[in-house]
């Protein structure tokens, strides 16, 4: 046997430490995360240092995450506002997720390499102050009058509704501390997490420094350009990678009382079915907003081309003149 050899009962041989190696100690790969952490946060990102933030992401190594599963048979709405009134779309493509080829910019949880599914869904239990209709979550994300500083206006937006058919796991980011105890949701699948991790002590801190700082970029508010996107969606392609089906989180607009999935378009098109799409028209007045029902199209099994038929029950349709009546606007306005 060489030196530093010792022969167990068994007879294998066993390696005895020689003194020159020392493993790390849990403060040293706590000093070595929040060396990470900082040189991500110091980047330039108008410089788009694309590689260097991967590469950082890798090195964070294996972290406590949570996974929560659509399963099959949940509902998740899309909302995708129409250039103008005249525009409407007929094909599922069109509504869908946007093809890579398109996909030239970083958005909160896709990157130019990796194109993603939003949608907007509502938790099993739905707690006191989230949002019940995914509906009102998808118009403060995506209506570009809503979110944009017109005090009074008309926009197009279609809806559309699919459903899960088979199980899609995401990444929940749900770890922001302003978000954490604002929801009934949100404070749930935290405290589910710190009950998982309290069982591993040898990842709890890691893991809370790597997802609370994420949790933090998936939570940005104030975004000037699109590379203030960069790190959120970067972390998301490398979920994507290890072949997750995306991520849920928070949505920002509705202060985390709705939330929304960003899914990966092999799950969507393995594990979603597109069910129904309406087109609706959005009345701004001030900080009031209604929205009215104008056509819809219920989609067949294997259908991916449709055509609308206008909606005329007055339950569901108010129509234009009196939509406009009930938010004091007048043609003139426009």
């Not at 046997?1 to 403060?27: A, C, E, L, V």
């Not at 190594?61 to 506002?81: C, N």
């Not at 998982?196 to 940005?220: G, N, Q």
Request: include cysteine; charged fraction near 30%; glycine fraction near 6%.
């Amino acid at each position: 046997m060489g030196k530093g050899d010792k022969r167990t009962k068994r007879g294998k041989i066993r390696r005895q430490s020689s003194g020159k190696y020392r493993p790390k100690s849990k403060n040293s790969n706590l000093r070595s995360i929040e060396s990470i952490l900082r040189n991500i946060k110091s980047l330039d990102l108008s410089k788009y240092p694309e590689e260097q933030i991967k590469q950082n992401i890798i090195e964070l190594g294996k972290v406590a995450i949570v996974i929560i599963t659509l399963h099959k048979g949940k509902l998740i709405i899309r909302l995708r506002p129409n250039a103008t009134e005249k525009e409407t779309f007929t094909r599922e493509s069109e509504i869908s997720f946007k093809p890579q080829e398109y996909n030239k910019t970083y958005q909160r949880a896709s990157s130019p390499n990796n194109t993603m599914f939003y949608g907007c869904v509502v938790p099993e239990k739905v707690g006191q102050g989230e949002i019940e209709n995914a509906r009102i979550t998808a118009i403060f994300e995506a209506s570009n009058l809503y979110r944009n500083s017109v005090d009074k206006g008309i926009e197009k937006l279609t809806f559309s509704r699919w459903i899960v058919t088979k199980d899609i796991p995401l990444v929940a980011i749900v770890h922001h501390k302003d978000f954490v105890q604002r929801t009934g949701h949100a404070t749930e699948l935290n405290d589910g997490y710190e009950e998982f991790i309290k069982k591993r002590p040898e990842h709890r801190e890691k893991s809370k420094l790597v997802t609370e700082y994420f949790a933090y970029e998936f939570s940005k508010k104030e975004i000037n350009a699109d590379y203030d996107y960069m790190i959120s969606a970067l972390f998301a392609e490398r979920i994507v990678e290890k072949r997750l089906g995306g991520v849920y989180f928070p949505s920002v607009r509705v202060e985390a009382r709705g939330f929304n999935v960003a899914i990966a378009p092999d799950f969507v098109k393995e594990c979603m079915k597109l069910l129904y799409v309406g087109e609706c028209t959005l009345y701004k007045n001030g900080q009031q907003i209604f929205v009215d029902n104008d056509t819809e199209a219920i989609i067949q099994n294997g259908q991916i081309e449709f055509t609308f038929t206008e909606i005329t029950d007055p339950r569901i349709r108010l129509g234009r003149e009196e939509a406009m009546k009930k938010l004091n606007l007048r043609h003139e306005d426009f």
